[in-house]
C-alpha cells in the first residue's frame, strides 16, 4: 500500500511546469458577473478578504498551483488572486484562460474572440491585473473552437512562450480530439476538462496519460453537491449561478436545489467515499488521484474553512483501488 507521503512523486512535465498534486480553482472568488439578460454566472456575492486569506492558507498547506480565468467575476478573480499572490510569486504556477469577451466595469461577458491578436491582448491585460510579468499556463476557454482557428491560437501560444510572457500552455475543452490538437505544440502541457465521481472522463484521462500531460480537473466536487453542503431542499443565493442552471449544469433544478437523480447518485457512494475518516469533499478528490496519476483537481472555494478541507485531503492521498471498483459498482 502506498504511504500517506510517496503517493505522488512531482515531477516537472511539459514546458517543464510542476503542479502540486492539488490546485485551487478561483471561479467562485470572482464574485458576481453576468449574461447580458442578467442571468448570473457568478457564484454570487463573495468577500475579498476571506478569499485572499484562504489562498494564503492553502499555499502555507501545500496547494502551489492556482487557476483562473479573465472573465470570472469579469476580471475580479485574477485581480483578487494576484493580491493574495503578493510576494510570493514564485512559489506558485498560476494559471489563466482567455477567449470570452467582458466588460470590468458592468460586469457583464458578452462575446467571444478566437483571432490570435485578441489572444495577445487578453493576455496582457491578464499580466496587469495579476500583478505579474508571465502567466505560467494559458488556456483557451472556448471549448469548442473549430480546429482550424485553434491551430492558429496554439501557434500564437508558442510565440507568447518565446516572447517569454507564458511558460505554457493548454485548452479547457472536454474534447479529447481537441486536446490532442494543442499537445502538438511543443508547449503545451496540460488539458483542463470536468471529471468527478459523478461523471468520469476516460477518453481526457488516457489522452493524457498518452501525451504526457496534467489534467487540470475542474468541477471535481459537482459544484459542491459531491461536498454535501448543497443539502436537499437548500436554494442557492440569487446571484450564483446554481440558482438559475444554464442547460449544460444538469446536478441542479431551478433555485440552486440538487436534481433528484444526481443528488441520490451522491447518497449511494457517500460510505465509501467518507471511510477512512474523510469527508466527502476529501473523498471525492482522492477518487480522482485514484483513478489517474495526471488528474490535478481544482476544487473551487469560497471560505478558509473550505480551503483548510480541500487541502488536508493532499495528506489522506487516493482512494485504494478495492474503493474505486466498489464506487464504480454502487454507480453502474
Ligand atoms: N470552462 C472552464 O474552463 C471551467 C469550468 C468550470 C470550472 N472551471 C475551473 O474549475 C474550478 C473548480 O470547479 P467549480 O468551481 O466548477 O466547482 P467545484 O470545484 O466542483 O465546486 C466548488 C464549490 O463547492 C463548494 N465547496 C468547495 N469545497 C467545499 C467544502 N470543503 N465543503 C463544502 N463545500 C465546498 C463551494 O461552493 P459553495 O460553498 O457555494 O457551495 C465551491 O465554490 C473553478 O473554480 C475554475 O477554476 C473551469
Not at 5 to 14: A, H, V
Not at 72 to 91: Q, T
Not at 137 to 164: I, K, M, N, S
Not at 272 to 297: E, F, K
Request: aromatic residues 8%; charged residues 25%; negative net charge.
Amino acid at each position: 500500500m502506498q504511504t500517506k507521503t510517496d503517493w505522488r512523486p512531482r515531477t516537472p512535465g511539459r514546458g517543464g511546469i510542476e503542479v502540486s498534486a492539488l490546485g485551487f480553482g478561483c471561479w467562485a472568488i470572482g464574485g458576481e458577473w453576468s449574461t447580458p439578460d442578467g442571468s448570473p454566472l457568478g457564484w454570487g456575492k463573495v468577500d475579498d478578504d476571506e478569499s485572499v486569506t484562504a489562498i494564503r492558507r492553502a499555499l502555507d498547506l501545500g496547494v502551489t498551483f492556482f487557476d483562473t480565468a479573465d472573465v470570472y467575476g469579469a476580471g475580479h478573480s485574477e485581480r483578487v488572486l494576484g493580491r493574495a499572490l503578493a510576494g510570493r510569486r514564485d512559489d506558485v504556477v498560476v494559471a489563466t484562460k482567455w477567449g470570452n469577451l467582458f466588460d470590468e466595469r458592468t460586469r457583464v461577458m458578452d462575446g467571444a474572440d478566437r483571432s490570435p491578436e485578441y489572444a495577445r491582448e487578453a493576455l496582457i491585460a491578464s499580466l496587469r491585473r495579476l500583478g505579474t510579468d508571465r502567466v505560467d499556463l494559458y488556456q483557451l476557454h472556448l471549448g469548442d473552437t473549430p480546429f482550424d482557428e485553434a491551430a492558429e491560437l496554439r501557434d500564437a501560444c508558442e510565440e507568447f512562450v518565446a516572447e517569454g510572457l507564458i511558460r505554457a500552455y493548454g485548452w479547457s475543452t472536454d474534447d479529447p480530439e481537441r486536446a490532442a490538437l494543442f499537445a502538438e505544440g511543443e508547449h503545451c502541457a496540460a488539458v483542463q476538462h470536468a471529471c468527478n465521481v459523478l461523471e468520469d472522463a476516460p477518453g481526457m484521462l488516457a489522452l493524457s496519460e498518452e501525451r504526457d500531460l496534467i489534467s487540470i480537473v475542474r468541477s471535481p466536487l459537482a459544484m459542491g453537491l459531491l461536498a454535501g453542503a448543497r443539502d436537499p431542499g437548500r436554494r442557492a443565493d440569487r446571484g450564483d449561478i446554481r440558482s438559475a442552471p444554464p442547460a449544460w449544469l444538469r446536478w441542479y433544478e431551478e433555485g440552486g436545489v440538487p436534481a433528484g437523480h444526481w443528488a441520490a447518485r451522491v447518497e449511494a457512494v457517500r460510505e465509501v467515499l467518507t471511510a477512512d475518516g474523510r469527508t466527502l469533499a476529501q473523498g471525492a478528490l482522492g477518487w480522482l488521484w485514484a483513478r489517474s496519476r495526471r488528474a490535478v483537481p481544482i476544487p473551487g472555494f469560497r471560505t478558509v474553512a473550505q480551503a483548510e478541507e480541500n487541502a488536508a485531503a493532499l495528506a489522506q492521498g487516493p482512494l485504494r483501488p478495492e474503493q474505486l471498483r466498489q464506487i464504480a459498482g454502487l454507480l453502474a
